[in-house]
């Protein structure tokens, strides 16, 4: 009998225990043969916990247990979660996790372990949570030169646009009704700022294009200053405002970056709403696919961690380990991506046709107006900008 | 070496051809070893081809060849392709297909063979075309009891019916505008009366529900009878029309029927036009996931059958065959099933509200009036309607 081990018994630990449980036939089958729960490590005891028997405050219990083959890593930061999971592979353990920060910082050192230990290391969780994202874009897209990897990464910013967007609110007000539903968490830097979609745009990266990206070096613009009049003039001009990350392929490497952009209505993405994420994946032979679902939460998360359980299990003889790419690779500037570009300005319509003379302004109920530009870089953009008294600008997705 | 062999030189053929040369070092490492073509089965000579060195009219010549592991069968139907698929499994090589007719009907049977066998026999190419969907549901979702798929599955309905929607045109008319853009074969049977759909919805049930479906037991209503005016009074009433394929899980075993639908205009298959596919798989762990992309064509379509090929030749020692079910479970009459209901009828609005007093109707350009009905099942709704001139009904997915 194969044991797993469940790291941390928060939001997504829970729910991979109830997820195992609920689904424990259909995932022996799919693993090739019966698994079982053998501890769940964590900080305190829950003496009313069903799984209060498998619970344990000594990883190295998990980590001298020789029928322990897979742990599943769902801690989260770079602190325990790292050494943990350093420590499971050094010990013949193939280790699964859903952890994006991690992943995005230590992710390539820890598949390179893997590798030379012989064991799995699988994150499908750590981007679009549910979705079926990372083993579609490495083995089903498998034919392809992907050429661009784009989408909806973080469903708190996605909760707070929609709802700004429907309500009329501002952000305050929507990260506030955000936060009293439990969308959004009591500090929600990481997820406003962008810094969470930025750690999901550096994974996609790295497995589309072969560099192992520092998320660091990701140029990441959240939606604190994203207005209502922002919302209402994209609508005018057919738009939804969705924080997008995007990574390119380009001539020296790749060009990445997190930033909110006005999306055509007609796009697929602008009818992903809520919580939902949607990636979309442009590849050589494929086109383009867009894979769309719930980016978070217990049971979603829990989900694809699951299936990566399953599959490290299935695959002992055979490790799976997706190529997070080498070091090296020029992120190229995303000022240098030209773009057509969303702008907000105050200016009477004379104004913004001397200069932008392609310009269709609408005008919101403040007295602003917005309009959309020509593709051009960011530096140009800024250069035609001058003449006007601009409030904001967003790229728009060509 | 390993090699691998193409039966079919015909559009899907030939992309393939093209796509394995043209990511060949990718799909090498994907695949664990390099690979090179073997052969092209033709039925006919093409001197000019570049793989003119590999064409054979002889199968025996593939099914002899040691080196041979992997056999991508893209010739269509049950005839050749069963045929040649049964002999390359009993020769101990691996099977990969986008050929859905055959695997609707003996794919359950092929699929027992080659675990017999050990090899594999994979079919992501057959639903979908170059969507990732079918690794996805089976592995991605493998800790999911999967409760209902259902998608749009035809490019060519969906051309057809975007094409009415946009321009107002009439079926006769689109069916045309389709045929000379190459959407639409000369013989569109198959596609415009919904069989096209029937099959990979037998594929995506058998795969979800753990019985294998006869897709000529699936009820299946094409889009030929569709007029301009139901699509004029789906828009009045927020809705797009759209072919869907449907599977969901029964106390018994499944129901499943191919029929046009009124999907909200919020939902994300509503933007899902002209040949794109997209399918939605509702599990108990993820919620609902979303895959669009394109259902058909040349190098989408090659872009999973090389997938496959990279995976059969990776998982050599552990060979992967989808499960497609057992015979048994009884697919329970669609008829049946509850849902809301798209009514347009000639009638005065005493005469519709007397017969659907909630109703809302809406009138179109040509008089006729269109509305939506409360959930209910279709006995129940052709008795409501007795009393009215119904020209059309039709399911509103809910």
Chains 1, 2 share one sequence.
Not at 100 to 128: C, D, I, M, N, Q
Not at 256 to 266: C, K, M, N, T
Request: net charge negative; with cysteine.
């Amino acid at each position: 009998m194969i044991k797993y081990a469940i790291l941390g018994f928060g939001v997504v630990g829970t729910g991979l225990a109830e997820v195992m449980a609920d689904q424990r036939k259909k995932l022996s089958a799919a693993a090739g043969q019966a698994m079982e729960l053998g501890y769940i490590l964590v900080r305190h005891d829950y003496p009313d916990s069903p799984w209060r028997d498998k619970l344990t405050q000594d990883f190295s219990l998990i980590e001298n247990d020789p029928d322990v083959a897979v742990v599943a890593e769902v801690i989260g930061g770079c602190g325990a979660a790292y050494e943990y999971s350093r420590r499971a592979i050094l010990a013949g353990k193939s280790v699964v996790s859903s952890n994006k920060e991690l992943v995005a910082v230590h992710g390539a050192e820890l598949a390179a372990l893997a590798r030379e230990k012989g064991v799995s290391y699988l994150f499908e969780g750590s981007v679009g949570g549910g979705i079926p994202l990372l083993r579609p874009l490495c083995r089903c897209l498998a034919a392809n030169r992907i050429d661009e990897v784009y989408g909806i990464l973080n469903g708190t910013t996605n909760y707070i646009l929609t709802a700004m967007a429907r309500e009329g609110q501002d952000f305050q007000t929507a990260l506030k009704a955000a936060q009293a539903l439990g969308y959004a968490e009591a500090d929600p830097t990481a997820d406003v700022e962008g810094i969470d979609a930025c750690r999901k745009t550096a994974i996609l990266a790295d497995l589309s294009f072969g560099y192992n990206i520092d998320p660091a070096a990701i140029l990441t613009t959240g939606i604190t200053a994203v207005a209502p009049d922002d919302l209402e003039l994209a609508q005018s001009l057919g738009y939804a405002v969705k924080l997008l990350g995007r990574a390119a392929r380009t001539e020296t490497g790749c060009c990445a970056f997190v930033e909110p952009h006005l999306v055509p209505a007609s796009h697929i993405l602008a009818s992903v709403n809520g919580v939902m994420n949607a990636c979309a994946i442009r590849g050589s032979a494929v086109g383009e696919v867009v894979l769309c679902g719930p980016g978070a939460g217990s049971h979603p998360t829990a989900s694809a961690v699951a299936g990566d359980i399953a599959d490290a299990v299935r695959h002992r003889a055979d490790p799976q380990v997706p190529d997070l790419g080498a070091p090296g690779g020029v992120l190229a500037p995303a000022a240098a991506l030209a773009s057509p570009w969303y702008v907000r300005a105050d200016g009477a319509p004379d104004r913004v046709l001397a200069a932008f003379p392609q310009a269709r302004p609408v005008y919101g109920s403040s007295g602003e107006c917005g309009f959309v530009t020509e593709p051009m870089t960011r530096p140009a953009l800024e250069e035609r900008c001058k003449a006007l008294d601009v409030r904001a600008f967003y790229r728009v997705l060509a």
